[in-house]
């Protein structure tokens, strides 16, 4: 069965700060994709990144950046300079063989 | 274009009532899912459907039933509420592309939020 840690619960910084959210996954197929989805305090869900199994590039869009491991099955988050509306909980999910998992999420806090 | 509508957006049910939560697309998005998110934390899969006729259960389906007689539909039933129901409620929608399986973005309903007394 396919599985998504996120081991942060909670993160805390101050603004301008970076910070990386990490995501270990676990999966038996050679194919699948990884997102990234932000949950502000408003609750809807908002689609940041896809990453299939077969592009290991690391991608940066602005201060957002991911870096893809398949050799450690990660697929960590990086905010640079990072600002008070960051605050969200994030959501790492797999997906693979139709369905779609997700970690428990990590609660970022950017204090002013 | 409306996306992923999810009706109620809140409700209370008392213990033992029954009741579905509707969800519906208007994006002739093939997948759809079923999540619950408990209060501070992530996302369990409820159900998914991968077309109209096809449902599979997911990590946490006991409890719930679920039905796909269109593309555009998936509603979720609670037929005997229990407090360990309460939560809010998201349905998603998706569509494979290339190698089929979930690769393109899921789109979110804006969630029910259920509270079972």
């Known amino acids: 069965a396919q599985k998504v840690t996120q081991a942060q619960t909670e993160i805390s910084v101050v603004e301008k700060e970076d910070v990386t959210l990490d995501c270990v996954y676990e999966?038996?197929?050679?194919?699948?994709?990884l997102f990234w989805y932000k949950q502000p305090p408003s609750g809807e869900l908002v689609f940041l990144i896809r990453?299939?199994?077969?592009?290991?590039q690391n991608e940066i869009s602005g201060r957002y950046s991911w870096n893809f491991q398949k050799s450690t099955s990660s697929f960590n988050f990086t905010i640079t300079a990072s600002q008070v509306v960051d605050s969200a909980v994030y959501f790492c999910a797999l997906s693979n063989n139709n369905d779609m998992r997700f970690g428990a999420g990590t609660r970022l806090t950017v204090k002013p | 274009n409306a996306g992923v509508t999810q009706t109620p957006k809140f409700r209370i049910l008392k213990i033992g009532q029954s009741m579905t939560l509707q969800c519906t697309q208007d994006m002739n998005h093939n997948y759809m899912y079923w999540y619950r998110q408990d209060p501070g934390m992530g996302l369990k899969l409820i159900y998914y459907s991968v077309g109209a006729g096809i449902t599979d259960k997911g990590e946490v389906p006991n409890g719930y039933n679920v039905s796909r007689s269109t593309t555009e539909d998936f509603p979720l039933r609670l037929e005997l509420a229990a407090p360990s129901q309460t939560s809010v409620y998201f349905c998603a929608s998706t569509t494979p592309t290339g190698t089929g399986g979930v690769n393109t973005e899921a789109f979110f309903g804006q969630g029910t939020r259920l509270t079972v007394v």
């Open positions: 990453r299939n199994s077969f592009d290991e």
């Open positions: 999966t038996r197929d050679t194919t699948y994709y």
